[in-house]
Nanobody
């Protein structure tokens, strides 16, 4: 497993942008598929975006609700995955979690092996 630490959350007005970072420990970062999930109060944790491990070409997946607004990327030299969030909406307010999976690209929370502690994103209207 890898250890994950998220950062970059905060309070932003609707229409604004934030970039979340997730720093991973370990020497095999490039072999993990990485995902971002979010959980709003009273709701289940939901998939946001994922990027495949490097040998799978770094392909990406997005939830329909964020497609065109959010971009996931990874820097294997820095052992970091990012989530660039633009055109934020109040409904994007949630705790955002980074997750790692020793396998192929996936959207289900149960398929991920390691999780960070989360970072709060609040979008005001």
């Amino acid at each position: 497993q890898v250890q994950l630490v998220e950062s970059g959350g905060g309070l932003v007005q609707a229409g604004g942008s934030l970039r979340l970072s997730c720093a991973a420990s370990g020497r095999s970062f490039s072999s993990y598929a990485m995902g971002w999930f979010r959980q709003a109060p009273g709701k289940e944790r939901e998939f946001v975006a994922a990027v495949s491990r490097s040998r799978s070409g770094g392909s990406t997946l997005y939830a329909d609700s964020v497609k065109g607004r959010f971009t996931i990327s990874r820097d294997n030299f820095k052992n970091t995955v990012y989530l660039q969030m633009n055109s934020l909406k109040p409904e994007d307010t949630a705790v955002y979690y980074c997750a790692a999976r020793d396998g192929s690209l996936a959207t289900m929370t149960s398929w991920y092996d390691s999780w960070g502690q989360g970072t709060q994103v609040t979008v005001s209207s």
